[in-house]
């Protein structure tokens, strides 16, 4: 099953009183899927899934599911540093409808090799769905080597990872690639990989669409992009959010310890929407 080319890693707004804000997280979906985006990440980083209690957390989930616009998959966050947790997690966001599940490496707790793998068993076990690995050492510690995740590929529904360690990033045998990282998004297409699992295309996803449907004019579209893919990804998902706000889209604030971004950084991002001519 293909879960895509262009996969948002979508935020999660917040009211006023930093609820979830059921209404623009269905309205911001459709307003992807228009510009771009024929997949998404619900409850993972972008998403702040770490300040999310279950409730909350599979309830966008099931939000997700239940209003995907036409023709997307839905990948639910369900990774834990709690193996326990991990399956938990899976098998209802199996039940709720879920078309993949996304489960970063466990955190903190720095098991060894043999922890890991027998984490990953477990939580495959949890469900009929793919389970896409999520390599992201920058946040988790651990590292999954390419070695390693040839190992995972071979527990039955692991099939894919999302790569966030550019130094890894390479063809896997029996895994699917996904960029975890905006800028090797060409990358991984001209080696062949899926797509990527992304920030940058909630602001600009056609862009990042064009890079799928036209390979000979990819290297431009990228280098054309660069500076609004970069100024979003600052403290994500600080600048992202902050952004779509510019944009229009009631995404509200953050969670603690998330903060907002300052005056100065909000003005930083205004100057790339501008220059980009997504901003008067």
């Known amino acids: 099953m293909s879960l895509g080319s262009v996969l948002t890693a979508v935020v999660t707004p917040f009211d006023d009183n930093f609820d979830v804000n059921e209404q623009a997280f269905v309205d911001l979906l ?12 619900v409850c993972g980083t972008t998403g702040e899934a770490s300040t999310l209690d279950d409730t909350e ?28 947790h991990a399956c938990h997690l899976t098998e209802r966001a199996t039940e709720l409808g879920a078309d993949a599940m996304l489960s970063v490496t466990p955190y903190y707790n720095k ?18 769905k793919p389970v896409v690995l999520y390599n992201i050492p920058s946040r988790v510690v651990i590292d999954l ?21 550019n130094a890894n990033l390479a063809p896997i045998d029996g895994l699917g690639l996904y960029a975890g990282n905006d800028e090797i998004f060409a990358a991984t297409l ?3 990989g899926h797509g990527v699992i992304s920030v940058a295309s909630h602001v600009i996803g056609d862009e990042m669409r064009r890079m799928v449907d036209e390979p000979e004019r ?7 992009i660069k500076a609004v893919r970069d100024v979003v990804n600052v403290g ?20 603690l310890p998330m903060i907002e971004a300052t005056p100065e950084e909000q003005a930083a991002i205004r100057a790339a929407l501008v220059r980009h001519g997504l901003l008067d």
């Open 236 to 255: 994500n998902p600080m600048s992202v959010k902050a952004a779509l706000n510019l944009l229009g889209h009631r995404v509200g604030g953050l969670r």
């Open 30 to 41: 459709h307003h992807l899927a228009a510009h771009g985006s024929d997949g998404f990440v």
């Open 57 to 84: 957390h599979l309830r966008v989930i099931e939000l997700a599911c239940q209003n995907r616009p036409a023709g997307t998959r839905i990948v639910a966050g369900t990774g834990s540093n709690n193996t326990r």
């Open 111 to 128: 098991p060894n090799r043999r922890g890991i793998v027998t984490h990953y068993r477990e939580v495959a076990a949890a469900t009929d």
């Open 145 to 165: 080597p390419n070695d390693l995740l040839a190992e995972l590929a071979q527990i039955e529904h692991i099939e894919y990872v999302k790569q966030a360690n």
């Open 190 to 192: 001209d080696m062949g």
């Open 218 to 224: 990819r290297a431009e579209i990228d280098a054309s």
